[in-house]
C-alpha cells in the first residue's frame, strides 16, 4: 500500500494540497476533477487510504456502500438530472492512474464529453 503522506488524495483530504470540494463528511469527500472529460467530472474519494477497489475487502464495505449512495444525491444537485456515468478503474490495465480508491462521477449534455473518457 502507499504510504499516505504520498499520496496525492491523501495530501488533498489533509487540506495540504487545494481542491475545488463538492461534498465532504467524516469518511467521504468530492472534488472536482483537475482535467474534467465531461462538463461535470468529480471524485468521490473515502478519507481513509486504500490503494484500489480490488484492495477493498469487508473493512471498506460500509464506506464503499455509502459512497454508491451518495453519487446520486450529488450528481443531482450537480445538475445531472439527465443521468450521469460512474466510473472506477482498477491496476494497470484499468487504468489507474491515481492509486487512492475514487469513483469518477460524470455527466452533462453528452455532446461535450471529451474522449478518451476516464
Ligand atoms: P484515474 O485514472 O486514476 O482513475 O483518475 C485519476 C484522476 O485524478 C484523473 O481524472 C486526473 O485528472 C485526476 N487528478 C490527478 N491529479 C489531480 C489533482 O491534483 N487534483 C484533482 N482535483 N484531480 C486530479
Ligand atoms: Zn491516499
Known amino acids: 500500500m502507499n504510504s499516505p503522506h504520498n499520496c ?9 494540497l487545494p481542491s475545488r470540494k463538492v461534498y465532504e463528511d467524516d469518511e467521504m469527500l468530492a472534488f472536482h476533477d483537475i ?3 465531461a462538463p461535470v467530472h468529480f471524485l468521490l474519494i ?14 471498506e464495505g460500509a464506506v464503499l456502500a455509502k459512497m454508491m449512495l ?5 450528481a443531482r444537485a450537480a445538475g445531472c438530472g439527465n443521468g450521469f456515468r460512474t466510473v472506477i478503474n482498477t491496476g494497470p490495465d484499468g487504468g489507474q492512474e491515481v492509486y487512492h480508491l475514487h469513483l469518477h462521477v460524470l455527466g452533462g449534455p453528452r455532446g461535450q464529453w471529451k474522449v478518451p473518457l476516464p
Open 35 to 37: 482535467h474534467p472529460k
Open 46 to 59: 473515502p478519507k481513509v487510504h486504500v490503494d484500489s477497489l480490488a484492495d477493498c475487502g469487508p473493512g
Open 70 to 74: 451518495k453519487v446520486p444525491e450529488l
Open 8 to 16: 496525492l488524495f491523501c495530501r488533498i483530504v489533509a487540506g495540504q
